[in-house]
C-alpha cells in the first residue's frame, strides 16, 4: 500500500506529494523485481542524472533532504563499487527507519517540556488578567500613570528574555542539526554494504567518504587512512616476543587516539573504530559488527534524547524563576499593592499623583 505525505487541497491542481520513505521502499520492491534503475526511477517519477543516480532538489526525494542526500550516497555508492542497487537501497532503508524510530521517540520525550515552555510564556498575560479582574483599576494605573509604564517595560523585557531563553533550551534538547547530510546510521549501513560488495575496509571506507559529505566525509577518510596503515604496519613487522605490537603499530594507535582528542573525528568514529578493530585483530569480518553498531547508535540515540528531555524539565525552572515569575509580579502584584498603598492614603508614590479635590480617590475604585 503507497503511503502519502499530504493531501493537495481540493480544486488546486496540486499533486500530492509522495513519503519519501514510501518511495525508497516502492524502489526497493521495483529493482527487486528485476527492473533496471533507470526504469525503476523513471516509474516512480524520480528524475536522474542518465546513471541511476537521482538528481539533487528535483526528485520525490527533496521532501525530506535527508532522506534524499541518502538515497543519491546510495546510488553513487552501488555506481562506485559494483554493488546491487537493491541491496544497497534496501540497507540503507533499514537505517533511516532507525532513524525516523530514534527522532520520533525524541519528540515525544520532549512533547511534554515543549508545551511547558509554551504555556509558561503566557503566565504574565494571565498575572495582568487576575489583577484586572480583581480591581479594574489596575488597567488604568498601567495604561496612564509613569509608574505603570515602568512596570510594563520591565516586564516585557523579562517576559522577552524568558521566551527566547526557553526556546534556546527546548532546541538545544532537541538536538536539531543542518538537514540534507547522511545519518551516521546509514553511513554504517554505506560500509556495510562496501564491504558485502568485497572491497577491503579502507577502500570501503574511501568510497563511502566520496558519496557523503560535512564531518562524516572526514572521518571516513582518516579511518581509511588509519586502517590503511595499520595493514602496511601489521605487514611489516611482525609483533615482539612479548606479544607487544610492533612500533609502527603503536605509532598508528596513537595518531588516531590523538586526531580523535583533537575532535577531529566525531560520533562516526566511536561507532565504526571498534568493529572495524575487533575485525582487524580478529581476522572476522566486519560486517556483523558494523550490524552492532547500528543497534547500539539507535539505542543511545535514545537514552539520550530521554536524558535531555528530563534535563529540560529541570532546567525550564530558571528562565521560570529568574524571569517569568518576576514579570508576573510585576504586572500582576504590584499595580494592585500600589493601588491598595494609594486607596489607604499612605502617601505619594512616584509616578502617582493624588486625585484633585473633588474627585474620588483611589480608594473609591475597589468600592
Not at 16 to 42: I, N, Q, T
Not at 211 to 222: F, N, P
Not at 275 to 299: I, K, S
Amino acid at each position: 500500500m503507497m503511503r502519502w505525505r499530504r493531501k493537495p487541497s481540493p480544486g488546486s491542481g496540486e499533486p500530492a506529494a509522495r513519503d519519501p520513505a514510501a518511495v525508497l521502499a516502492d524502489a526497493v520492491a521495483l529493482l527487486h523485481a528485476g527492473l533496471d534503475p533507470e526504469s525503476a526511477w523513471r516509474v516512480l517519477g524520480v528524475s536522474t542524472e542518465g546513471d541511476g543516480v537521482p538528481v539533487r532538489g528535483g526528485s520525490a526525494f527533496s521532501a525530506d533532504r535527508d532522506v534524499e542526500a541518502s538515497v543519491r550516497a546510495a546510488a553513487l555508492l552501488a555506481r562506485d563499487t559494483g554493488a546491487p542497487l537493491a541491496r544497497v537501497l534496501e540497507a540503507i532503508d533499514g537505517a533511516l527507519s532507525l532513524v525516523r524510530d530514534a527522532r520520533d521517540a525524541a519528540e515525544a520525550a520532549l512533547a511534554g517540556p515543549r508545551m511547558s515552555a509554551k504555556i509558561l510564556r503566557w503566565l504574565p498575560l494571565v498575572g495582568a488578567a487576575l489583577a484586572a479582574g480583581v480591581d479594574p483599576s489596575v488597567v488604568t494605573l498601567l495604561a496612564t500613570s509613569p509608574a505603570g509604564w515602568a512596570l510594563l517595560a520591565v516586564a516585557g523585557v523579562l517576559t522577552w528574555a524568558g521566551s527566547a531563553w526557553m526556546s534556546r533550551m527546548v532546541r538545544t534538547a532537541a538536538g536539531h542539526r543542518a538537514g540534507g547530510r547522511v545519518p551516521t546510521s546509514v553511513v554504517l549501513a554505506l560500509v556495510d554494504a562496501a564491504l558485502a560488495a568485497g572491497v577491503p575496509v579502507d577502500v570501503a571506507c574511501e568510497r563511502v567518504a566520496r558519496v557523503v559529505d560535512g564531518s562524516g566525509a572526514r572521518a571516513l577518510r582518516r579511518l581509511a587512512e588509519f586502517q590503511a596503515g595499520f595493514d602496511r604496519a601489521s605487514e611489516a613487522a611482525a609483533p615482539s616476543a612479548e606479544g607487544a605490537p610492533s612500533p609502527s603499530v603503536a605509532r598508528t594507535r596513537r595518531r588516531s587516539r590523538a586526531a580523535r582528542s583533537r575532535g577531529e573525528l566525531d560520533e562516526l568514529h566511536d561507532a565504526l573504530a571498534g568493529p572495524l578493530a575487533l575485525a582487524a585483530h580478529a581476522g572476522a569480518p566486519a560486517r556483523f559488527g558494523l550490524r552492532a553498531a547500528m543497534v547500539r547508535l539507535d539505542r543511545e540515540q535514545r537514552r539520550r534524547a530521554q536524558r535531555a528531555a528530563g534535563e529540560l524539565g529541570v532546567r525550564l525552572t530558571l528562565p521560570l524563576a529568574l524571569c517569568l515569575l518576576p514579570s508576573f509580579v510585576l504586572v500582576g502584584v504590584v499595580p494592585l499593592l500600589i493601588a491598595v498603598i494609594a486607596g489607604a492614603d499612605l502617601g505619594s508614590l512616584p509616578g502617582l499623583e493624588p486625585p484633585p479635590s473633588g474627585e474620588p480617590s483611589p480608594s473609591a475604585w475597589t468600592r
